[in-house]
Each structure stands twice: as structure tokens, then as C-alpha cells.
């Protein structure tokens, strides 16, 4: 499976954007890149996911890096709820090896100032 | 509504008993899951079903057992329980094997004493 790289923590103020970084210069053709987050004392959330093109949902935005060795997921203005745990995470979709299988990483811890 | 829910939602118990930890989700999902965090917070899949078939098994002790009576339940059984049991046990589900969203419960807390 290939593996993530993301820094341990990040900090933020509030209503500021905040790009979380995430290296993945292993990633296969059939690679999809998944984030995930986990609130405190919760269990983890979906975020959003993509492939190759750049992808937005209400939640937040997903840069991918025209070689897919990279992606940043953009939160446009953090809130206090936005604190926690973010996972980037590759899923291969690839025939027998889509199973939704989810590996996690350590993730970024995210503190957002007031 | 609950989506995806989880009990009990904390479980203390001694070495060696016999407990388990129930999930149902209300989605209609064919799939459900189970995780594993342990104390550094390292998330790790256990088990998956698609419509009560094991797709995925990890390396996990055969202490372990998952049962699913039907596609909205997917429990978790755990013989001779011990020290290094103790984690928050996830449960999630997606629409299918695959699906691009997983929706987890609450998490329950298992402390082996």
C-alpha cells in the first residue's frame, strides 16, 4: 500500500484558510486520495476525496498536484470546530484490491486560535 | 438519528472475561467495518462485511470474532479478553465494498483491567 507523509501538527486563527500538506510520491495509478478527519473524543469523518483534478464540497477543497505525488487540503476560513485529527489517506480502487480498505497514518493535529 | 451507532459506548472489564460490542447503522449500507485505535491513536482496520460475507480479515487473534446477523449489524466478540485489548473500537459502513465514503460510530472505549 503506499504511504502518506504529513507533518504532525498545524496551527491556525481563526477565519484564516489553512492548507494541510500531504506527500504521496508512491501513488499508483489506481490510487485515490481520501481525507479524513477526527474530531476529539469522535470517530473519524469523511472530508473528501479525489483523483487527478482539484475537487470542492462544502466541507472543504482538494489541490492535487499535477504528478499526484502531492495534494493540500484547504480548509477557506477554520473555525474553533475545526481542531482535529486530519488523515490523508490513499485508497486503491483497483479491481480485487478495493475493498475499502482505509489505512491511516499518524495524521495532522490542527489547533485553531480564536 | 443515528447513522452509525455503537454499544455500549464504554466497557470495563477484567483479563480473560468474554465481552462484546454491538453496531448497527440505519443507512442501508451493504458494507460495515471495524477499526481498532490504540493508546498513540494509530487507527487500523479489523474487519469488513459486505451484506454478512467477510471481506476483509486482518491479522487479528481469533479471539476475535465478528458476527454479522444481518447487513444493518456487524458485532464484535472478543474471547479471553486482555491487557492489550484495551482501545477504542470503531465501527463504520459504506454504501458498498469500495464506496468512496465511510460513516464510523461513535467509538466504543474497552479498558481491560
Known amino acids: 500500500d503506499a504511504k502518506t507523509t504529513q507533518p504532525n501538527s498545524m496551527e491556525s486563527n481563526e477565519e484564516e484558510p489553512v492548507h494541510l500538506p500531504c506527500n504521496h510520491s508512491t501513488i499508483s495509478g489506481t490510487d485515490y486520495i481520501h481525507w479524513y478527519r477526527q474530531l476529539p473524543s469522535q470517530g473519524p469523518e469523511y472530508v473528501i476525496h479525489g483523483l487527478t483534478s482539484n475537487v470542492n464540497n462544502r466541507m472543504a477543497s482538494l489541490a492535487i498536484a499535477e504528478d499526484r505525488k502531492s495534494s493540500t487540503l484547504i480548509l477557506h476560513r477554520a473555525t474553533l470546530r475545526d481542531a482535529a485529527v486530519y488523515y490523508c489517506i490513499l485508497r486503491d480502487v483497483g479491481g480485487s484490491s478495493n475493498t475499502g480498505k482505509l489505512i491511516f497514518g499518524q495524521g495532522t493535529t490542527l489547533q485553531v486560535k480564536p | 438519528d443515528t447513522a452509525v451507532s455503537q454499544t455500549p459506548k464504554y466497557l470495563v472489564t477484567q483479563m480473560g472475561n468474554d465481552k462484546s460490542i454491538k453496531c448497527e447503522q440505519n443507512?442501508?449500507?451493504?458494507?460495515m467495518y471495524w477499526y481498532k485505535q490504540d493508546s498513540k491513536k494509530f487507527l487500523k482496520i479489523m474487519f469488513s462485511?459486505?451484506?454478512?460475507?467477510?471481506?476483509i480479515n486482518e491479522t487479528v487473534p481469533n479471539r476475535f470474532s465478528p458476527k454479522s446477523p444481518d447487513k444493518a449489524h456487524l458485532n464484535l466478540h472478543i474471547n479471553s479478553l486482555e491487557l492489550g485489548d484495551s482501545a477504542v473500537y470503531f465501527c463504520a459502513s459504506s454504501r458498498r465494498t469500495g464506496a468512496n465514503e465511510q460513516f464510523f460510530g461513535p467509538g466504543t472505549r474497552l479498558t481491560v483491567l
Open positions: 443507512l442501508g449500507h451493504d458494507t
Open positions: 462485511y459486505n451484506n454478512k460475507e467477510l471481506i
